[in-house]
């Protein structure tokens, strides 16, 4: 199973772009790698996913290099609703075998006014 | 956009107690999930479920769990026996099976045993 090492908690402005970086280290060639934003007592939202070099979609970028030990999620121009726990999952989840994908402490994000 | 609908949002029960969470995963997904998250801890993979039976479990998921697909778009979790250590949200989610394709949670139900 594919570990994977966030930062604990960031702070940061309204309309300031934010990049969290996670790292995996161990990451299988199957493995995919996926970002959620959890809300207090809401569940895990998704948000991207990626398996090499770059992806965008209308919320955030995902960039992971050539070795793809490790990936980051960039969130362009944040407001406060941003304010959330995001999680970087890694782990082949076809066929159902989601048991490999586990949730970290992720990283809490705080936007301030 | 299709989601996972989950109710009760909030249960109460007592020790000992029968409790039944309920899930409408999306309608075109093959593949569901329970997972469960205790206060002030990480979101932990209980069980997983494809074609009508457990795909996967975790060590969590022992005799007392039991999951269903009673219909064609309800899937439940039971727990026979609550104890107090099984407060926590839990969270159903569903997805395609295919090609990496990520999960979809639900808002989850607040299970309070007391």
């Known amino acids: 199973l594919a570990k994977t090492t966030q930062p604990i908690s960031m702070d940061s402005y309204e309309g300031q772009e934010v990049n969290i970086t996670c790292s995996h280290n161990?990451?299988?060639?199957?493995?995919?790698i996926t970002w959620y934003q959890q809300f207090p007592s809401q569940g895990p939202r998704f948000i991207i996913q990626?398996?090499?070099t770059k992806v965008t979609n209308e919320v955030a970028s995902l960039f992971i290099p050539a070795d793809r030990k490790s990936s980051t999620l960039s969130l362009p121009r944040v407001s406060l609703s941003d304010t959330a726990v995001y999680y970087c999952l890694v782990g082949d989840i076809s066929s159902g075998s989601a048991r490999q994908l586990t949730f970290g402490s992720g990283t809490q994000l705080t936007v301030l006014p | 956009e299709p989601e996972v609908t989950q109710t009760p949002s909030h249960q109460v029960t007592q020790m000992g107690q029968e409790v039944i969470l309920r899930c409408v995963p999306i309608?075109?997904?093959?593949?569901f999930y329970w997972y469960r998250q205790i206060l002030g801890q990480k979101v932990e993979f209980l069980v997983s479920?494809?074609?009508?039976?457990?795909?996967?479990k975790s060590e969590i998921f022992d005799d007392q769990f039991s999951v269903e697909r009673p219909d064609g778009s309800n899937f439940t979790l039971k727990i026979r026996s609550t104890k107090l250590e099984d407060s926590a949200m839990y969270f159903c989610?569903?997805?395609?099976?295919?090609?990496?394709?990520?999960?979809?949670f639900g808002n989850g139900t607040r299970l309070t045993v007391t």
């Open positions: 479920f494809y074609n009508n039976e457990i795909s996967e």
């Open positions: 309608s075109n997904h093959l593949y």
């Open positions: 161990n990451i299988a060639t199957n493995d995919y």
């Open positions: 990626g398996y090499k």
């Open positions: 989610a569903s997805n395609t099976g295919s090609d990496n394709s990520p999960l979809h």
